[in-house]
């Protein structure tokens, strides 16, 4: 009997490996169960979301009348923050008719409501380098983060233009400028919150404001002070300055001549220019 080669088994033998599809990174900054009226607060780290998500944990709790307080160990009861994890519970108990969800995801097709959090990208980049400073062990100067690929004024203007070239008819999205609630915070919340669907007397939003003011803040921040970051800067802190402007004191001409440059027409758009 002649000898017969089976070639289609040699092929199979050295046939590549299938390869694994990566997983979407997108995906992870989903809850495991989503729900179609999901609200995200968005925003590129350090442009002040921590304040805006205590103004609205103070809305849920006016809103309600709940008796408790808001404060840094208990905020994400009130605004889930999807970077410590997916498993929100797709019935907050307090408040099951929408989820407001923090994150600092990229432009997100799966994101159909958003509030985004805009900053002055010279207070940000000032903010962020203190931050990873402070926790994550960063030991470039400011100048340097400026310029970093992960961390500076590139990723910026690649995430605040990402979600603005990415949005379309079907996504509801709405710009919440930092520096507007740090100027007129009664009648910025005011309009977040019925956009939010809160109707709250005047008052209410006063006293809201009170609480969420910055020496408040301060002291919410050193009476709920958690000893993780302690280890590893005793003098950190979320609630720096509360300024809008201190980055005029902080940064060197030419550092703010390479953001300005970077970012000029975003900065021109939404008036910091």
């Not at 997983?23 to 992870?28: A, H, N, R, V, Y």
């Not at 103070?58 to 994400?76: P, R, T, V, Y």
Request: proline share 5%; aromatic share 14%.
């Amino acid at each position: 009997m002649p000898f017969v080669i089976d070639w289609s088994s040699i092929f199979m033998f050295f046939k590549a490996p299938k390869t694994v599809e990566e997983p979407d990174p997108l995906l992870s900054m989903v809850p495991d169960q989503s729900r179609v009226d999901d609200i995200y607060l968005v925003s590129y780290p350090k442009s002040g979301v921590t304040w805006i998500s205590f103004l609205i944990a103070n809305l849920i709790i006016k809103k309600l009348s709940l008796d408790i307080e808001a404060n840094f160990f208990n905020i994400h009861g009130f605004v889930p923050d999807i970077h410590q994890g997916t498993d929100i519970p797709f019935d907050m108990g307090f408040f099951p008719f929408k989820r407001i969800i923090k994150s600092h995801s990229q432009y997100n097709p799966s994101y159909k409501n958003v509030l985004y959090v805009l900053r002055d990208p010279r207070s940000v980049m000032v903010s962020y380098h203190q931050h990873l400073k402070s926790l994550m062990g960063y030991e470039g100067s400011l100048s340097e983060l400026i310029n970093d690929p992960t961390y500076g004024i590139e990723p910026w203007v690649k995430h605040l233009s990402g979600w603005m070239d990415g949005i379309n008819p079907s996504i509801r999205f709405r710009i919440l400028r930092y520096e507007d609630f740090k100027k007129d915070c009664h009648n910025e919340l005011s309009r977040l919150a019925l956009l939010l669907g809160f109707n709250l007397e005047e008052e209410m939003i006063e006293q809201i404001v009170d609480n969420c003011s910055f020496d408040n803040m301060r002291k919410l921040e050193e009476d709920s002070r958690s000893i993780s970051f302690v280890r590893y800067d005793k003098n950190f802190r979320f609630v720096r300055r509360g300024s809008s402007s201190s980055w005029k004191e902080e940064l060197k001409d030419s550092d703010v001549q390479r953001i300005e440059s970077t970012a000029s027409d975003l900065m021109k758009e939404f008036g910091y220019l």
